[in-house]
């Protein structure tokens, strides 16, 4: 069985059709942009699932039907200058993860700056691996070694900055943020963060 999320929105998706709980799934290894191409060749990645213009009608959907069966890890990628998110999640906690950070403005503060900043279309959400679900302590320490593997070979950005943005209950130079902050506040603070880390980043490798 074969389904497409469209021609320019995502890969075309292999299902095994005598399985119910799309226990085999997986995204044929190739990207539609070439800023994509170039990051997935780059850190050889081979990725279970990737998915384009999510800004398309009906794209939040799709993904997140067939996405919440799995526990596995994330990437969310910004194709405007490679600028990377890794998350994990159990298994059905996937699809409200990918909602929170791209559309709900309630996940990583510095992820929904930059959505804001470059547009939901200059995003990629990416699966990097899934796991079979589970309930015990193995299990989820398994999840967060793969989880641990991709932040130490991507070292993306968006996981970086968010050192440098409190999160509610956290203490940091003193200032303690509650979740009473206007989510306008949050996100000016997460936009400057967001744009003191681009140029640095910009900086560190010559970029202007």
């Known amino acids: 069985m074969t389904a497409f999320l469209g021609k320019n929105s995502c890969l075309t998706w292999v299902y095994d059709s005598l399985s119910s709980t799309y226990s085999h799934m997986f995204a044929l290894p190739l990207a539609h942009s070439p800023r994509l191409q170039a990051i997935l060749g780059k850190y ?4 279970v699932a990737i ?23 994330y990437l969310i990628v910004n194709l405007v200058n490679g600028n990377m998110y890794v998350g994990s999640a159990i298994a059905s906690r996937m699809a409200n993860r990918f909602h929170k950070h791209l559309y709900g403005g ?3 503060a510095i992820v929904h ?6 547009g939901l279309d200059q995003f990629a959400f990416i699966v990097l691996g899934t796991l079979p679900p589970f309930t015990s302590a193995e299990g989820n320490a398994e999840l967060l070694d793969l989880e641990n ?19 509610p209950g956290d203490r940091k130079l003193g200032i303690r943020m509650v979740c009473s902050i206007p989510l306008r506040l949050r996100l000016l603070w997460a936009l400057t963060i967001l744009n003191l880390v681009e140029m640095l980043l910009g900086h560190l490798t010559g970029v202007r």
């Open 149 to 167: 593997f991709y932040l130490q070979l991507l070292t993306p950005a968006y996981n970086l900055a968010r050192g440098f943005y409190p999160r």
């Open 44 to 47: 050889k990645l081979t990725p």
């Open 51 to 73: 998915w384009e213009n999510l800004h398309l009608p009906g794209v939040k959907t799709t993904i997140q039907t067939f996405i919440r069966p799995f526990a596995g890890v």
């Open 113 to 118: 700056a930059a959505v804001q900043k470059y």
């Open 106 to 108: 309630s996940g990583s």
